[in-house]
């Protein structure tokens, strides 16, 4: 089974993008990758929700060729330019049939309503977050729903020079082929 991680930034308030979806606020062109380029080079494939899609769409060239990426949604888009898989299935069934065949890291690139779903499933393996020192007061969460609690063990810290924070969390009770939900 892969492991399963949602690596994303959020700002300091607990928001992954702005009220309108916008991420003009992430740090540009910094020196510093955030460890970006080493975590990419281990991903197997992608998985987003289909906001997260469309948002994407918007930077221009697909910044995820040669990597496989499902996109989860109830509408796919008539055309399919980057030949990303769109899946509509919840978030266990993917687990168990598409993403069984990966080894690796499969990254749960956002957003929120579908982290939430993966978080409420059990299905998160580790959570790397990156905080951003900038407060949005309000946005897109970084998480969607009430589903309950989830314990996190803290496994790493980072800091940055610009004032960012890396947070590397797995579930207290670490989740293995066996324990996940069929």
């Known amino acids: 089974m892969p492991t399963i991680t949602y690596y ?3 700002s300091m308030d607990g928001y992954i993008a702005d009220a309108d979806g916008g991420v003009d606020w992430l740090p540009q062109g910094e020196s510093d990758d955030y460890g970006y380029a080493e975590f990419y080079a281990s991903v197997d494939a992608l998985v987003m929700g289909r906001r997260t899609y469309d948002q994407v769409l918007g930077f221009g060239q697909w910044p995820y060729a040669g990597k ?4 989860f949604t109830g509408h796919p888009p008539d055309d399919n330019p980057h030949s990303v898989e769109f899946v509509d ?3 266990a069934a993917f687990v168990q049939t598409v993403a069984s065949q990966y080894d690796g890291t499969v990254w749960l690139v956002g957003g929120g309503n579908l982290a939430e779903q993966f978080r409420r499933a059990g299905l998160i393996d580790e959570y790397l977050i990156f905080i951003i020192p900038v407060v949005l007061g309000r946005g897109i969460p970084l998480f969607g729903g009430d589903a309950p609690h989830t314990a996190l063990e803290l496994i790493e810290t980072q800091t940055y020079s610009d004032g960012g924070v890396m947070l590397h969390y797995r ?12």
């Open 171 to 182: 579930p207290c009770a670490p989740l293995d082929s066996g324990s996940r939900p069929e």
């Open 8 to 10: 994303v930034a959020a």
């Open 89 to 91: 299935t919840n978030p």
């Open 68 to 71: 496989p990426s499902y996109v």
